[in-house]
């Protein structure tokens, strides 16, 4: 079983449509949690970033993290074609040089 | 402000030939951080460098080498290429080792081996 889940897709929506995007993870001792946005042929950019349970919100973005259920959500309001691209979450210990393990990444199409 | 920058952009090897990508961070970062990626796979780490003078293995190192050149520059060698090792390879760097700050990653080097 891999440390980090997360449903690859691809998902595909309308503009304007809420995006719900998930990942699932079993080691207990994840503390960071971050979303990347990657667009083709591009390196991972970061998206959002939070170490706590709760709920985070930049824009139209909103992070979730449920460290009891482990399990971290990225929402996106009012999509848009420029949301297009691939979504990894990625996530670390609190100790250390940070080493991020990576979802498999989920690929999103919004459609005009 | 370039952030992460890597060399070359694409590569085609042989069986056998050695090759060794470069990566260079211009915002003063101690963490650097070698990742290849594969369909399916999401990213995966396969050597860091904490901090200047430092380099450990991440989660699949075997087939490559490191070298923490100075602060700036982090380059990963393949000594004997393998078709599996065909794959995007992408260099980050994080700022101080200890603290919270997330890592910023290069647009990878594309490398196929033949």
């Known amino acids: 079983q891999k440390e980090v889940e997360q449903d690859p897709g691809p998902l595909s929506v309308p503009e304007g449509a809420i995006v719900s995007l998930n990942c699932t993870y079993s080691n207990s001792a994840f503390q960071y949690f971050m979303w990347y946005r990657q667009y083709s042929r591009k390196g991972p950019e970061l998206l959002m970033y939070t170490y706590s349970s709760g709920n985070k919100e930049d824009g139209r973005f909103t992070a979730q993290v449920d460290k009891s259920s482990k399990y971290i959500s990225l929402f996106i309001r009012d999509s848009q074609p420029s949301d297009s691209a691939t979504y990894l979450c990625?996530?670390?210990?609190?100790?250390?040089?940070?080493?991020?393990?990576f979802g498999q990444g989920t690929r999103l199409t919004i459609n005009p | 402000n370039a952030g992460v920058t890597q060399t070359p952009k694409f590569q085609v090897l042989k069986t056998g030939q050695s090759m060794t990508l470069q990566c260079a961070q211009d915002m003063n970062h101690n963490s650097m951080y070698w990742y290849r990626q594969d369909p399916g796979m999401g990213l995966r780490l396969i050597y860091y460098?904490?901090?200047?003078?430092?380099?450990d293995k991440g989660e699949v190192p075997n087939g490559y080498n490191v070298s923490r050149l100075n602060k700036r520059e982090f380059s990963l060698r393949l000594e004997s290429a393998a078709p599996s090792q065909t794959s995007v390879y992408f260099c980050a760097s994080r700022g101080q080792s200890k603290s919270n700050q997330p890592q910023h990653f290069g647009d990878g080097t594309r490398l196929s081996i033949l």
């Open positions: 990625a996530m670390s210990s609190i100790q250390g040089a940070q080493k991020l393990v």
């Open positions: 460098s904490a901090s200047e003078g430092t380099t």
